[in-house]
């Protein structure tokens, strides 16, 4: 198995934080959600673990403001995702922040 199949997708740092490459997912609402992700694979080109590696937030803040999650046409796969659906995220797992 490659190397970068067995990297951790993301890491909880003391319960408040969330470290992660990439972003969020609207299939992803709980910690569990993200421990039920094989994750000893090659990353596919669309779904939850596909998302943790390549979404990315909204480039301009009237977006980042208004929109939750909408196909990311620039990187072919993927979401951008906005401020509500942070907060969503947050709110439904109990981390202070995100951190990319």
Same mark, same amino acid.
């Given at each position: ?10 890491? =909880? ?11 969020? $997912? ?15 694979? +090659? ?14 937030? &909204?480039? =301009? +803040? +009237? ?6 999650? +909408? ?7 993927? *979401? &951008? *995702?906005? *401020?509500?659906?942070? $907060?969503? &995220?947050?709110? =439904? ?8």
């Amino acid at each position: 198995m490659k190397t970068f199949d067995c990297m951790p997708l993301c890491v =909880n740092i003391g319960n408040k934080f969330l470290g992660i490459h990439g972003g969020i $997912s609207p299939a992803i609402t709980s910690l569990s959600d993200i421990k039920k992700i094989d994750r000893f694979r +090659e990353p596919p080109f669309s779904g939850p673990m596909c998302d943790l590696i390549w979404a990315d937030p &909204f480039g =301009n +803040e +009237e977006d980042f403001m208004s929109k939750q999650f +909408e196909a990311n046409k620039v990187r072919g796969c993927s *979401y &951008f *995702y906005g *401020y509500h659906a942070v $907060s969503r &995220f947050l709110d =439904n797992t109990g981390f202070l922040s995100i951190i990319r």
